[in-house]
């Protein structure tokens, strides 16, 4: 068991204390084979694990506990090639999180998250962004999601066009420029959204506007069964002025309904391609 507990805490609302687990703390230059397995890492003051420009990442069979608003599970920012599988990871904020920022412009690319139980307290299950890099520095693509079990999401937010926040997400927010990169060749499948809060989104594809029309593409949903016995909030797809291609939602389910074909549905923007 490694624990923060004896860190100090700060930050007076978002955490500002130790990421715990630091790979590349300077971001600079590019580092190669980071492996943790089979231990439980808990109450860190900031991000739990924090992955910088870090290359050939394996984590697995890991438990992750955090209870500090922006406590991150794992971040993944400028990586290529990582497999997260068989953990647990229960945080106040992203569970897992995979982002181009202002603080390395490299691409995020070839990750695979497998297997994994994801139960977040305030932000997001599996988050591809929000910060995803600008126009000529940096994309996320090639990113694919199996296996896993969304535990539960409790965002109370219904401001669908504002708020991007979801079980499985994701958020299209520009870092270093106006516009962000192109996100594509995102796949999520074979995962199950269990019985998530009453006001919990399931998923949420969402871009932030006025960002002169920024692109996702090729972003596929396959065999995702949403189960809320009492009812949960609707999942959504908003472009706010931007563009979305390829996108494809195929038994994508929402107690054993199609989601297009029931009241939790919702698809805003005029420039998405959209398929089911």
Request: aromatic share 8%; net charge negative; hydrophobic share 35%.
């Amino acid at each position: 068991v490694l624990s923060g507990a004896r860190l100090a805490h700060t930050g007076d609302r978002y955490a500002s204390g130790y990421q715990l687990i630091e790979t590349n703390a300077s971001k600079t230059l590019t580092r190669k084979g980071f492996t943790v397995e089979g231990i439980t890492v808990v109450d860190s003051p900031s991000w739990t694990f924090s992955i910088y420009r870090t290359d050939d990442v394996r984590i697995e069979n890991t438990n992750i506990i955090c209870w500090i608003l922006n406590g991150d599970g794992i971040d993944l920012c400028s990586v290529d090639g990582a497999l997260v599988k068989g953990c647990f990871i229960r945080t106040y904020d992203d569970c897992i999180t995979l982002k181009v920022n202002h603080l390395s412009l490299d691409d995020t690319k070839n990750i695979r998250i497998e297997d994994n139980l994801i139960w977040a307290d305030f932000a997001g299950g599996i988050v591809v962004g929000p910060e995803s890099g600008a126009l000529g520095g940096g994309r996320i693509h090639h990113v694919e999601v199996s296996g896993c079990t969304v535990l539960d999401y409790p965002t109370r937010n219904k401001d669908y066009l504002n708020d991007d926040r979801g079980g499985l997400c994701i958020s299209q927010y520009p870092s270093g420029g106006s516009t962000s990169a192109v996100i594509s060749d995102i796949s999520f499948h074979d995962v199950v959204i269990d019985n998530i809060r009453k006001d919990g989104r399931p998923i949420s594809v969402w871009q932030k506007p006025q960002q002169g029309g920024c692109l996702m593409e090729r972003i596929s949903f396959r065999d995702i069964a949403i189960i809320s016995e009492q009812g949960c909030g609707i999942s959504t797809v908003v472009s706010n002025g931007n563009t979305i291609k390829e996108l494809t939602f195929s038994n994508v389910t929402y107690n054993g309904t199609l989601i297009q074909d029931s009241a939790h549905w919702l698809v805003e923007g005029d420039d998405i391609d959209i398929s089911y």
